[in-house]
């Protein structure tokens, strides 16, 4: 079964909640994974749609403006952006796949906004990744691999 890197982050916190939580003097939770497993989640999480959706300049742009415009519908972002209304739809419906933002369709018209909680939550369980990635790697004991 291959899990996508939304559902390996799922997992995770279950497997994190169903463990006495034991948590060191910064408050982060320890868990204890190999390096392989480790290496296996944090890449599975870099090679997501979220960060996929944030590589393309227009799909940032289209997110600047949405930031600053607040919940706005395709024309009036559009029309701040130069690619046409059809490429700005786009680039918003790939933003909305990644859950950067959010779609509501009204009528005839679909307004977007940014998917704030739907962010954060991505960007906790990133953190909570790379954490763990750190407790594998064993923090302050990298030992350097030379090639012979």
Known sequence: MHLNAYDMYVNFEDEVSKRARRT?????????????????????????????????PARIAALRELILLGRADIGAIAARLPQDRSVVARHLQQLAAARIVKATREGRYVFYEIDAGAVAERL???????????????????????VR
Do not use: H, P
Request: aromatic share 6%.
């Open 24 to 56: 060191n003097a910064a408050g982060e939770i320890n868990v204890k994974v190999s390096r392989e497993e480790a290496a296996r989640r944090c890449v599975a999480v870099f090679d997501t749609g979220f960060f996929k959706a944030l590589c393309e």
């Open 124 to 146: 906790e369980g990133i953190l909570a990744i790379t954490r763990l990635l750190e407790s594998a790697m064993g923090a302050g004991t990298r030992k350097a691999t030379k």
